[in-house]
């Protein structure tokens, strides 16, 4: 038997619930033709509620992991993550700038180093990875005055 994340068991319930809503609506007859009608009409992916929870209030969430680097050159420069993805679960490239901080979500989509849990940088003429535990996580990149990096992936704070 295999071992079954928190996170796969919320993905499946969540499917199961899905699943059994729309076959109710289609016992009902209530179903709701998709935009643009008919047959073939393209399927609009559902936003990352996860990472608009995380831009709207990082409070609920705690730090799984953190990886810390320091950026070498002109710190004018904005950092650019290559391998992340928007609340509309599109690729994007996310800037950072000195002494900023950014929330996005993992790529893990890209390659195969993504696919365990890398995400690419890029800093003036430097390029570079991080590793994270968990393809696709949700990641705070904190960029601090002296070109510090502190990388987190944030999962929810479930404590009491």
Known sequence: MSELSRREAVMWAA???????????EARGDEKPAAGGG???AVQPQPDADLEQA????????????????????????????????????????Y????TLR????????????????????FHNQEGTLKFKQPGALVMIVREHDDTVRCYSLVYDERC
């Open 15 to 25: 499917g199961l619930a899905a699943g059994a809503g729309l076959v109710g609506g």
């Open 103 to 122: 929330i996005f979500r993992a790529d893990a989509g890209v390659d195969a180093f993504t696919r365990q849990g890398g995400v690419y940088w890029r």
């Open 55 to 94: 831009l709207k209030s990082p409070l609920g969430f705690m730090f799984s992991e953190q990886l810390t680097f320091k950026l070498q050159g002109d710190s004018s420069h904005e950092m650019v993550v290559a391998s992340a993805r928007g609340v509309d679960r599109k690729p994007t490239s996310i």
């Open 96 to 99: 950072v700038r000195s002494a």
């Open 39 to 41: 047959q073939g009409a």
